[in-house]
């Protein structure tokens, strides 16, 4: 941050962080003003479909970088698998070698091999932890993370309080693509392909096509992000960073962004709606999609659905130039919307939403003559190399004309060059990334040997009678504000007492923290000690307790060094990420985790998660999409779940499940619409380990992208 004279004042400038997706953008963001650059390396980003940098490279960027003094961040961001802890390890060793200013990160497992094996590296949370309110905040901080990036989904009065009541630094997103779900809670590419967006690899379902009883668009599909006219309030709130998402964005556009933030960034308090004007006009040639002001303006004015989704438009980035009106063989015709030249990079979309392979425009053909560019109304010919129909939409989301960062090798000559030795191999360095992972498989216990136990979870208490009648080994009820006061009022039998327990919603906003935090401590206090945690500020309302915790599935498990975090911090057990295949299931238990793991064998998985419902008219809202995929929508306390219309059932494997070594299986009928007799139905199927159709086996039998 940079000093900032206010009259009387002294207020600091926040840090711009811009992104980096290849090297072109890296020099388009310095260029253009950015303090800080963060960027991704070829694994481990959950950007994956960018260019991004290899170590080599990202060595060079660091020395060029420093002697601009501008910082550079490594998104190390993505979850890991079991199989990658040790490459993951060796990467570590050469980034603290290399030594960035800061990695930020997701997956716990990397927080604890930082902390515990290198310890010169400053982390930084990323927006994919979720962190919505300030005692998620602090709880990252006495994990040892410096700066936190906020959920993208808060007001400024929500950010305000956070900064005023979080001893930490905080970082928040301005500028570009917004998602539908809360980052970190968002399962449904991976659910509906196998592609998980929490390892980068996001095929964007959000942006497709849906259709509600009649209804057709694209509910789910966000504006994009665009807060310049709210930098002067962010300013003054006391912000450490503002932070520019587009690591797939190519480099005219970041700089274009970076240069209009820096402005209003720099101006003073008497020139800031006049370089908001300014900034304006140099956003307009940064094409994206409708923007929106977001959350930001919450408390103000209300922001609904409408203020943030673009419904009855297409969810691809970029200006729409056209729609395919006709094809011969390779060729397809098109009336432009605006004008089109030679070098412009166009993304083709179906007409179910769905983003094709992108081309450049190499030659623009009118009335059979070859032209040197194509104006708006003009019915034109191109030449494409990829596949498109008749009815796709066409949008310029770049340009390849000649520019000073259009020439890679150009660019790379002007780095530094490697420092000697910097990548040679270092046997002390091997032999103490071998002694990291040794220690930690020893020292892991061999629980996968303890009875087989089942747990069932509900969400309501109007089955909770219902429930204690089967035989399983523990009730587990949702904690939303309902169910604590109905319970409070309600009398258990020694035997259901110590059956019972209570599982907390992940999103718990800053203005409801008092209440759950009073709620909690009230039934702490009568003994009601055994609670299910799905987000880190979860861990503040049980501090010095003695409360036996259990990590659930909102914190994504997917390897063994991030179960020894959750150990550490007072968990006893942890729940399997929904997405884990039965691989890296298998490869899991076989290293030997400091916890006992519940694998999640039936349920209705959340595949997104958030503040908004999608604005259709119906009052039950149903979805839609390709592939005859249904999805359920529902809304409980301000939260919008939609989850598929059925389950992940897994109960024929469970003899194959337990050979690999699961004992602990969760049975999640926590969904809103399940009554006593479905509740009845699911527990006979799990004891007869049989599986009711239509079902879903999510990504079980297949490898996780």
């Known amino acids: ?136 905040a602090q709880e990252l901080k006495k994990l040892g ?42 399962l449904a590419s991976s659910f509906l392909g196998g592609k998980s967006g929490l390892r980068g690899n996001c095929v964007q379902p959000c942006r497709r096509l849906y259709r509600s009883r009649g209804e057709r668009g694209y509910f789910l599909s966000a504006s994009d992000l665009s807060a310049i006219e709210i930098v002067p309030e962010l300013k003054r709130a006391g912000i450490e960073a503002l932070k520019l998402e587009g690591r797939m964005k190519p480099a005219e556009y970041v700089h274009s962004v970076v240069k209009a933030y820096r402005l209003v960034l720099d101006a003073p308090e008497n020139r800031e709606k006049e370089a908001i004007g300014e900034a304006l006009e140099i956003l307009k040639g940064a094409p994206g999609r409708k923007p929106t002001p977001g959350y930001f303006l919450q408390g103000k004015k209300k922001a609904n659905s409408l203020d943030i989704l673009a419904p009855h438009r297409s969810g691809t980035s970029g200006i729409w130039i056209g729609t395919v009106t006709g094809k011969r063989g390779s060729e397809i015709i098109v009336k432009l919307r605006h004008g089109l030249g030679p070098g412009d990079r166009l993304r083709p979309e179906s007409g179910s939403g769905k983003e094709k392979q992108a081309f450049v425009v190499k030659e623009i053909r009118k009335k059979g003559k070859n032209v040197r560019a194509g104006k708006k109304g003009d019915v034109i010919t191109l030449r494409t190399g990829v596949n498109i129909d008749v009815e796709d939409k066409l949008f310029k989301v770049g340009s390849k004309s000649k520019s000073r960062w259009s020439s890679h090798s150009k660019l790379s000559k002007q780095l530094p060059g490697l420092k000697k030795n910097l990548f040679s191999r270092d046997p002390a360095l091997d032999e103490y990334c071998a002694d ?146 039965r691989q890296d299931i298998a490869r899991l238990v076989k290293s030997r985790p400091p916890l006992p793991v519940y694998m999640t064998v039936y349920g209705y998985p959340p595949i997104f998660t958030s503040r908004i419902k999608p604005p259709v008219k119906s009052s039950k809202i149903s979805l839609e999409g390709d592939k005859r995929s249904s999805f359920r929508v529902t809304d409980r306390e301000g939260v919008c779940i939609i989850s598929p219309s059925w389950p992940v059932n897994l109960f024929e494997y469970l003899d194959e499940i337990k050979s690999l070594g699961i004992r602990n299986f969760v049975i999640d009928c926590s969904h809103s619409h399940c009554d006593k007799r479905e509740l009845t139905r699911v527990v006979s199927g799990y004891r007869r380990e049989r599986t009711d159709l239509p079902r879903s086996r999510f990504n079980y039998e297949r490898s996780v992208g």
């Open 145 to 186: 993370v410096k700066r936190v990036v906020l959920a993208r989904e808060l007001s400024l009065e929500e950010i305000r309080e956070i900064r005023e009541k979080a001893d930490i630094e905080l970082e928040v997103f301005v500028h570009g693509a917004l998602c539908y779900s809360y980052s970190g809670l968002c």
């Open 436 to 581: 990291a992972l040794g220690r930690l498989r020893d020292e892991g216990n061999k629980w996968s040997r303890l009875p087989e136990r089942s747990y069932l979870k509900i969400g309501g208490v109007h089955l909770l009678s219902e429930a204690f009648k089967f035989p399983v080994d523990d009730v587990i009820l949702l904690a939303t504000r309902e169910n604590l006061e109905k319970v409070s009022k309600r009398r258990f039998s020694h035997e259901q007492f110590d059956r019972f327990g209570w599982f907390i919603p992940p999103i718990i906003l800053e203005k409801d923290i008092e209440y759950y935090s009073n709620a909690i401590a009230w039934y702490v206090e009568r003994g009601f000690n055994y609670w299910w945690i799905n987000n880190w500020s979860h861990f503040k309302f049980f501090e010095n307790r003695g409360v036996k915790l259990v990590a659930d599935s909102s914190f994504n498990v997917s390897n063994n060094v991030e179960l020894w975090v959750y150990r550490n911090w007072g968990c006893r057990a942890a729940v399997l990420s929904w997405e884990m295949s």
């Open 1 to 136: 941050m940079n000093k900032m004279s206010r009259g009387s004042e002294t207020a600091m400038i926040p840090e711009l962080v811009a992104p980096a997706g290849n090297l072109e953008s890296f020099f388009a963001a310095v260029e253009a003003g950015a303090d800080a650059v963060y960027l991704g390396l070829k694994k481990f980003s959950a950007r994956r479909l960018a260019r991004n940098f290899s170590l080599e490279e990202l060595s060079r960027v660091i020395a060029f970088a420093r002697g601009k003094d501008v910082k550079i961040y490594v998104a190390l961001n993505s979850l890991i698998l079991p199989a990658e802890i040790p490459e993951l390890v060796e990467t570590l060793a050469m980034l603290e070698k290399i030594g960035s200013d800061a990695l930020i990160i997701q997956d716990p497992a990397v927080l604890y091999l930082v902390f515990n094996y290198f310890p010169g590296i400053r982390l930084h949370g990323s927006t994919l932890m979720a962190i919505h309110n300030h005692c998620g």
